[in-house]
């Protein structure tokens, strides 16, 4: 990505939903954008993990979590499949692990915050639907932008 969020913000402002600058970065790359893919789930990331490991096509994973920090979604597992697969990255609204294995990785994740604890693996959530959360609707297709400024949703990629 070339354009810094705020010189996107200025030229598609009235196009763009900027999230509220909830979220911390756990990865190595800052940086990020690409087409949405959603999933809703509450503590548990068997969706996460299978969808991890189709290809990515440098899409963006969105995973509403609802906000729960009491188990992480996301942890060096679920990033060394991000990698290898092709995913641009993922924003996760809940918790993440492993965190000092991902801040040395090349993958781009975010998240509300950090939680030791294991996921479930029941397979109970949802796949490719709006989900919203931080002021923003994430609709599969639409585009997410990330780097340090924070995150931006576009119905269209943007130039």
């Known amino acids: 990505m070339t354009r810094s969020l705020p010189d996107l913000c200025d030229e598609h402002g009235g196009l763009v939903q900027v999230a509220e600058p909830l979220f911390r970065d756990f990865g190595g790359t800052r940086a990020f954008h690409g ?12 969706l996460i993990r299978s969808t ?9 994973l969105v995973v509403d979590g609802g906000g729960s920090l009491r188990r992480a979604l996301v942890g060096d597992q ?11 990255g993922v924003v996760v609204y809940g918790a ?6 991902l801040a040395t ?9 950090v939680c030791p604890m294991p996921p479930l693996k029941q397979g109970k959530g ?11 609707t994430f609709t599969p297709g639409h585009w997410l932008y990330a780097d340090e400024n924070g995150l931006l949703v576009s119905p ?3 130039s």
């Open 96 to 101: 993440v692990r492993d965190v000092e294995v």
């Open 52 to 60: 991890f490991e189709t290809p990515g096509e440098g899409r963006v």
């Open 78 to 88: 679920i990033g060394s499949l991000l990698l290898k697969n092709g995913w641009a």
């Open 105 to 113: 990785m090349p993958v781009a994740v975010r998240a509300l915050g």
């Open 156 to 158: 269209t990629p943007l």
């Open 126 to 136: 949802e796949r490719n639907l709006p989900v919203r959360f931080a002021g923003v």
């Open 35 to 46: 087409p949405l893919a959603t999933i809703q789930c509450h503590e548990d990331n068997a």
